[in-house]
């Protein structure tokens, strides 16, 4: 079993819908989780960190974590096709230092 | 966060050579780390980079064929040794700001995309 799965996708959604991206990960002992963007051609963009059961929103994203399920999951309200990307879920576990492991990352196609 | 720079942007080499890459941050960090992305796939760890030290690297990864120098909390070097066509990749250089690890947030540099021939 990998450390953190992704579905690859793409993931399709129409313009104006939530996506829904979903990450499960092994590591009862991992404490911190990120979701990085990354377009084509280009490095990964950090644009959510969730450390505590629950959920944070920052504008259109959402992020949920449940350390009791092991997941971890990304909204994004009222999709833009600008919003098409692949999305990476990463985490920190306690005895890693500040190293992360990365999921495969899933793919978004938002649809105008 | 973190203003990261990379040199160079793409480069295109011959197999047996080896290529140094630069990453420069604007603001002095403890934690900084080099990435390699295979086309297609996430990212592995190459090796964390140690300012005074020796870099740790991951498994899989050796000092012979990925020599890092880390001279000072803003500045890295990777050196990708002897290449061969499946080190084409791309290179992320990544920094967690600050200095006291008062937070866990990483960020990337735009990348160093290899071809190698």
């Known amino acids: 079993q990998k450390e953190v799965e992704q579905n690859s996708g793409p993931l399709s959604v129409p313009e104006g819908a939530i996506a829904s991206l979903n990450c499960t990960y092994s590591d009862r002992g991992s404490q911190s989780f990120f979701w990085y963007r990354q377009y084509s051609g280009k490095s990964p963009e950090l644009i959510m960190f969730i450390y505590s059961n629950g959920d944070k929103e920052d504008g259109r994203f959402t992020a949920q974590l449940n350390k009791a399920s092991q997941y971890v999951s990304l909204l994004i309200r009222d999709s833009q096709p600008s919003d098409s990307a692949t999305y990476l879920c990463?985490?920190?576990?306690?005895?890693?230092?500040?190293?992360?492991?990365f999921g495969g990352g899933t793919r978004l196609m938002v649809k105008p | 966060s973190a203003v990261i720079s990379q040199k160079p942007s793409r480069d295109i080499c011959q197999r047996g050579t080896s290529l140094t890459i630069q990453c420069q941050v604007d603001?002095?960090?403890?934690?900084m780390f080099w990435y390699r992305q295979q086309p297609g796939q996430s990212l592995t760890l190459i090796a964390t980079a140690n300012q005074g030290s020796e870099a740790t690297y991951e498994s899989g990864f050796v000092i012979d064929k990925f020599p890092i120098s880390r001279p000072n909390l803003t500045f890295s070097t990777l050196t990708v040794s002897n290449m061969s066509p499946e080190d084409s990749s791309i290179y992320l250089c990544?920094?967690?700001?600050?200095?006291?690890?008062?937070?866990?947030?990483?960020?990337f540099g735009p990348g160093t995309r290899l071809t190698v021939t």
């Open positions: 990544s920094v967690v700001p600050g200095l006291a690890g008062e937070t866990y947030e990483q960020y």
């Open positions: 603001s002095q960090v403890t934690m």
């Open positions: 990463a985490l920190r576990t306690r005895n890693a230092g500040n190293m992360l492991t």
